[in-house]
Protein backbone atom coordinates (compact mmCIF):
# COMPACT_ATOMS: atom_id res chain seq x y z
CA UNK A 1 0.00 0.00 0.00
CA UNK A 2 1.35 3.51 -1.02
CA UNK A 3 2.67 5.83 2.18
CA UNK A 4 0.23 8.44 2.51
CA UNK A 5 0.05 11.77 4.49
CA UNK A 6 -2.77 13.32 6.31
CA UNK A 7 -2.64 17.24 5.00
CA UNK A 8 -5.11 19.80 6.13
CA UNK A 9 -6.53 21.96 3.11
CA UNK A 10 -8.03 25.31 3.94
CA UNK A 11 -9.80 26.13 0.86
CA UNK A 12 -11.28 30.18 0.35
CA UNK A 13 -14.86 29.55 -0.92
CA UNK A 14 -17.34 32.13 -2.76
CA UNK A 15 -20.75 31.71 -4.07
CA UNK A 16 -21.82 34.97 -5.18
CA UNK A 17 -25.51 33.86 -4.54
CA UNK A 18 -25.19 32.52 -1.29
CA UNK A 19 -21.87 34.88 0.39
CA UNK A 20 -21.78 38.42 0.69
CA UNK A 21 -18.12 37.80 1.76
CA UNK A 22 -15.73 34.81 1.36
CA UNK A 23 -14.91 32.15 3.15
CA UNK A 24 -12.43 29.49 4.40
CA UNK A 25 -13.60 25.77 4.72
CA UNK A 26 -11.15 23.22 6.15
CA UNK A 27 -10.88 19.75 4.68
CA UNK A 28 -8.80 16.66 5.62
CA UNK A 29 -6.94 14.52 2.70
CA UNK A 30 -4.47 11.83 2.77
CA UNK A 31 -2.31 12.36 0.43
CA UNK A 32 0.27 10.09 -1.56
CA UNK A 33 2.97 10.94 -3.03
CA UNK A 34 2.63 12.31 -6.08
CA UNK A 35 -0.56 13.61 -5.84
CA UNK A 36 -1.03 16.92 -7.34
CA UNK A 37 -3.68 19.92 -6.29
CA UNK A 38 -5.79 19.88 -8.44
CA UNK A 39 -6.00 15.95 -7.69
CA UNK A 40 -6.77 16.72 -3.96
CA UNK A 41 -9.45 19.21 -5.03
CA UNK A 42 -11.00 16.23 -7.48
CA UNK A 43 -11.37 14.24 -4.31
CA UNK A 44 -12.27 16.88 -1.95
CA UNK A 45 -15.16 17.96 -4.37
CA UNK A 46 -15.87 13.68 -4.97
CA UNK A 47 -16.19 13.11 -1.29
CA UNK A 48 -16.99 16.16 0.99
CA UNK A 49 -17.46 19.35 -0.90
CA UNK A 50 -19.90 18.75 -3.84
CA UNK A 51 -20.37 22.72 -4.53
CA UNK A 52 -16.43 23.46 -4.71
CA UNK A 53 -15.68 25.16 -8.07
CA UNK A 54 -12.42 25.85 -9.92
CA UNK A 55 -11.45 25.80 -13.76
CA UNK A 56 -9.00 22.80 -15.15
CA UNK A 57 -8.99 21.17 -18.17
CA UNK A 58 -5.71 19.41 -19.76
CA UNK A 59 -4.28 18.51 -16.45
CA UNK A 60 -0.40 18.55 -17.68
CA UNK A 61 0.36 22.04 -17.75
CA UNK A 62 -0.40 23.33 -21.36
CA UNK A 63 -4.06 24.99 -21.37
CA UNK A 64 -3.48 27.12 -18.51
CA UNK A 65 -6.33 27.14 -16.91
CA UNK A 66 -5.92 25.74 -13.60
CA UNK A 67 -3.91 28.74 -12.13
CA UNK A 68 -4.58 29.36 -8.55
CA UNK A 69 -3.25 30.93 -5.58
CA UNK A 70 -1.64 27.83 -3.68
CA UNK A 71 0.65 28.44 0.05
CA UNK A 72 0.39 32.02 -1.17
CA UNK A 73 1.84 31.90 -4.64
CA UNK A 74 0.53 31.77 -7.85
CA UNK A 75 0.68 28.33 -9.21
CA UNK A 76 -0.96 25.75 -11.32
CA UNK A 77 -2.94 23.36 -9.49
CA UNK A 78 -1.81 20.31 -12.15
CA UNK A 79 1.40 21.33 -12.11
CA UNK A 80 2.25 21.04 -8.48
CA UNK A 81 2.24 18.44 -6.02
CA UNK A 82 0.97 18.48 -2.32
CA UNK A 83 3.84 16.64 -0.84
CA UNK A 84 6.41 18.70 -2.77
CA UNK A 85 4.89 21.65 -0.76
CA UNK A 86 6.41 20.89 2.90
CA UNK A 87 3.50 22.01 4.28
CA UNK A 88 0.82 19.88 6.92
CA UNK A 89 -1.43 22.94 5.87
CA UNK A 90 -2.25 23.85 1.98
CA UNK A 91 -4.51 27.56 1.51
CA UNK A 92 -5.69 27.42 -1.87
CA UNK A 93 -7.73 30.76 -2.74
CA UNK A 94 -8.54 32.19 -5.93
CA UNK A 95 -5.47 34.24 -7.92
CA UNK A 96 -5.37 37.83 -6.73
CA UNK A 97 -5.34 40.49 -9.18
CA UNK A 98 -8.68 39.43 -10.39
CA UNK A 99 -12.31 39.27 -9.99
CA UNK A 100 -13.47 36.12 -8.05
CA UNK A 101 -16.61 34.44 -9.98
CA UNK A 102 -16.84 31.62 -7.89
CA UNK A 103 -14.54 30.04 -5.01
CA UNK A 104 -11.32 29.61 -6.88
CA UNK A 105 -12.49 30.81 -10.02
CA UNK A 106 -11.22 33.90 -11.12
CA UNK A 107 -12.47 36.15 -13.85
CA UNK A 108 -9.40 35.79 -16.56
CA UNK A 109 -11.42 38.63 -18.97
CA UNK A 110 -9.12 41.33 -18.64
CA UNK A 111 -6.38 39.14 -19.14
CA UNK A 112 -7.64 38.45 -22.61
CA UNK A 113 -8.34 41.82 -23.29
CA UNK A 114 -4.77 43.54 -22.47
CA UNK A 115 -3.55 40.48 -24.30
CA UNK A 116 -5.73 41.05 -27.58
CA UNK A 117 -5.01 44.80 -26.94
CA UNK A 118 -1.62 45.09 -28.26
CA UNK A 119 -2.48 42.74 -31.95
CA UNK A 120 -0.75 39.63 -30.70
CA UNK A 121 -0.46 38.75 -34.52
CA UNK A 122 1.69 39.54 -37.91
CA UNK A 123 0.87 42.48 -39.32
CA UNK A 124 2.16 43.24 -42.22
CA UNK A 125 1.95 46.80 -43.90
CA UNK A 126 0.69 44.59 -47.45
CA UNK A 127 -1.79 41.77 -47.08
CA UNK A 128 -1.33 40.89 -50.91
CA UNK A 129 1.33 38.07 -49.81
CA UNK A 130 -0.97 36.38 -47.00
CA UNK A 131 -4.07 36.68 -49.21
CA UNK A 132 -2.20 35.49 -52.72
CA UNK A 133 0.98 33.57 -50.72
CA UNK A 134 3.64 32.93 -53.14
CA UNK A 135 5.84 31.17 -50.86
CA UNK A 136 6.99 30.61 -47.19
CA UNK A 137 7.95 33.82 -45.06
CA UNK A 138 11.88 33.12 -44.26
CA UNK A 139 13.49 33.67 -41.26
CA UNK A 140 16.46 32.31 -39.68
CA UNK A 141 17.44 30.62 -36.17
CA UNK A 142 19.22 33.70 -35.02
CA UNK A 143 15.62 35.37 -36.09
CA UNK A 144 13.14 33.23 -34.09
CA UNK A 145 15.99 33.18 -30.94
CA UNK A 146 14.82 36.84 -30.60
CA UNK A 147 11.34 35.95 -29.47
CA UNK A 148 11.27 32.15 -28.84
CA UNK A 149 11.03 32.18 -25.32
CA UNK A 150 7.97 34.47 -25.24
CA UNK A 151 5.68 31.70 -27.69
CA UNK A 152 5.72 29.41 -24.70
CA UNK A 153 3.71 31.99 -22.67
CA UNK A 154 0.29 29.99 -21.98
CA UNK A 155 -1.97 32.83 -20.87
CA UNK A 156 -2.68 31.44 -17.94
CA UNK A 157 -2.60 34.68 -15.79
CA UNK A 158 -0.29 33.44 -12.65
CA UNK A 159 2.77 36.67 -13.89
CA UNK A 160 -0.36 39.40 -13.55
CA UNK A 161 -1.30 37.58 -10.32
CA UNK A 162 1.96 38.27 -9.31
CA UNK A 163 2.58 41.59 -10.34
CA UNK A 164 2.85 43.91 -7.68
CA UNK A 165 1.95 47.05 -10.45
CA UNK A 166 -1.05 45.32 -11.43
CA UNK A 167 -2.28 45.44 -7.87
CA UNK A 168 -2.53 49.19 -7.49
CA UNK A 169 -2.66 49.62 -10.92
CA UNK A 170 -5.52 47.36 -12.94
CA UNK A 171 -5.19 48.64 -16.02
CA UNK A 172 -1.73 48.48 -16.17
CA UNK A 173 -1.42 46.02 -19.31
CA UNK A 174 0.74 43.80 -17.60
CA UNK A 175 3.73 41.10 -17.89
CA UNK A 176 1.90 38.98 -20.32
CA UNK A 177 0.76 41.32 -22.73
CA UNK A 178 3.98 43.35 -22.53
CA UNK A 179 6.10 40.74 -23.13
CA UNK A 180 3.89 39.57 -26.39
CA UNK A 181 3.82 42.95 -27.27
CA UNK A 182 7.70 42.27 -27.58
CA UNK A 183 7.39 38.93 -29.06
CA UNK A 184 5.47 39.98 -32.43
CA UNK A 185 7.16 43.82 -32.59
CA UNK A 186 10.48 41.96 -32.91
CA UNK A 187 9.24 39.37 -35.15
CA UNK A 188 11.22 40.01 -38.58
CA UNK A 189 7.77 39.37 -40.41
CA UNK A 190 6.06 41.52 -38.40
CA UNK A 191 5.37 45.54 -39.29
CA UNK A 192 2.91 46.12 -36.84
CA UNK A 193 4.79 48.57 -34.21
CA UNK A 194 2.91 51.57 -35.29
CA UNK A 195 -0.18 50.28 -34.86
CA UNK A 196 0.33 48.73 -31.41
CA UNK A 197 2.24 52.19 -30.23
CA UNK A 198 -1.42 53.21 -29.54
CA UNK A 199 -2.38 50.34 -27.19
CA UNK A 200 1.48 49.92 -25.68
CA UNK A 201 3.21 53.14 -25.44
CA UNK A 202 0.90 54.54 -22.90
CA UNK A 203 0.70 55.63 -19.67
CA UNK A 204 -0.19 52.03 -17.99
CA UNK A 205 2.32 50.55 -20.49
CA UNK A 206 5.59 49.38 -19.74
CA UNK A 207 7.16 52.57 -18.40
CA UNK A 208 4.96 51.70 -15.17
CA UNK A 209 6.33 48.24 -14.65
CA UNK A 210 9.14 48.99 -11.39
CA UNK A 211 11.53 45.71 -12.21
CA UNK A 212 9.99 43.77 -9.28
CA UNK A 213 10.33 40.17 -11.25
CA UNK A 214 7.54 38.56 -9.83
CA UNK A 215 6.05 37.89 -13.30
CA UNK A 216 8.89 36.12 -14.12
CA UNK A 217 9.31 33.74 -10.96
CA UNK A 218 5.75 33.04 -11.03
CA UNK A 219 5.75 31.58 -14.63
CA UNK A 220 5.34 27.98 -15.05
CA UNK A 221 6.96 27.65 -18.81
CA UNK A 222 10.18 29.72 -17.27
CA UNK A 223 8.98 32.98 -19.41
CA UNK A 224 11.19 35.81 -18.41
CA UNK A 225 8.10 38.86 -19.28
CA UNK A 226 9.59 41.32 -16.89
CA UNK A 227 13.44 41.11 -19.39
CA UNK A 228 10.44 41.23 -21.99
CA UNK A 229 9.06 44.17 -20.95
CA UNK A 230 12.87 46.20 -20.46
CA UNK A 231 13.42 44.82 -24.48
CA UNK A 232 10.07 46.53 -25.31
CA UNK A 233 10.60 49.39 -23.51
CA UNK A 234 14.18 49.81 -25.77
CA UNK A 235 12.71 48.93 -28.54
CA UNK A 236 10.12 51.96 -28.18
CA UNK A 237 13.03 54.26 -27.31
CA UNK A 238 14.96 53.65 -30.42
CA UNK A 239 12.08 53.62 -32.22
CA UNK A 240 11.42 57.41 -31.42
CA UNK A 241 14.42 58.70 -31.90
CA UNK A 242 14.61 56.76 -35.33
CA UNK A 243 16.74 53.84 -34.38
CA UNK A 244 14.38 51.50 -34.97
CA UNK A 245 15.10 48.36 -37.10
CA UNK A 246 13.73 48.72 -40.72
CA UNK A 247 11.64 46.20 -41.87
CA UNK A 248 10.38 45.97 -45.56
CA UNK A 249 6.75 46.20 -45.60
CA UNK A 250 6.70 42.54 -47.27
CA UNK A 251 9.04 39.88 -45.11
CA UNK A 252 11.08 37.83 -47.91
CA UNK A 253 9.11 35.00 -49.25
CA UNK A 254 10.96 31.87 -50.87
CA UNK A 255 9.20 30.89 -53.68
CA UNK A 256 7.39 27.30 -53.34
CA UNK A 257 9.45 26.23 -56.42
CA UNK A 258 12.57 26.49 -54.37
CA UNK A 259 10.78 24.97 -50.89
CA UNK A 260 10.08 21.89 -52.82
CA UNK A 261 13.88 21.99 -54.22
CA UNK A 262 15.32 21.77 -51.19
CA UNK A 263 12.91 19.34 -49.37
CA UNK A 264 13.72 16.98 -52.63
CA UNK A 265 17.56 17.61 -51.88
CA UNK A 266 17.29 16.68 -47.90
CA UNK A 267 15.04 13.77 -48.08
CA UNK A 268 16.19 10.70 -47.31
CA UNK A 269 17.18 7.93 -50.17
CA UNK A 270 13.61 5.54 -50.35
CA UNK A 271 14.33 2.45 -47.98
CA UNK A 272 14.28 -0.62 -49.85
CA UNK A 273 13.02 -3.64 -47.77
CA UNK A 274 15.42 -6.34 -47.11
CA UNK A 275 18.77 -4.65 -48.01
S1 LIG B 1 -5.35 21.98 -16.19
FE1 LIG B 1 -4.38 22.79 -17.96
S2 LIG B 1 -2.69 23.86 -17.14
FE2 LIG B 1 -3.56 22.90 -15.40
Known sequence: MTDTKQITF???RYDPDLDTIPHWEEHKLNVPDGMTVLEALQEIKAEQAPTLAWRSSCRMGVCGSCGMFINHLP?????TQVLHLGTDVVTVAPLPNYDNVKDLVPNLEPLIQKHAAIKPFIILTNSKEIDEPTGEFIQTPEQRDEYSQFTFCIKCGLCLAACPTVATDPLFLGPQALAQAYRYTVDNRDCGL?????????FHGPYQC??????????????DP???IQLLKRTLVLDSIGFGKKKSSVAK??????IVKQIE???????????
Not at 194 to 202: C, F, G, N, S, V
Not at 253 to 258: F, G, K, N, S, T
Not at 267 to 275: I, Y
Request: hydrophobic share 45%.
Open 253 to 258: VMPLAD
Open 75 to 79: MLACQ
Open 210 to 223: HMAGACSQACPKGV
Open 194 to 202: QERLEAIDA
Open 10 to 12: RIR
Open 265 to 275: EFAPPPRTVGK
Open 226 to 228: AFG
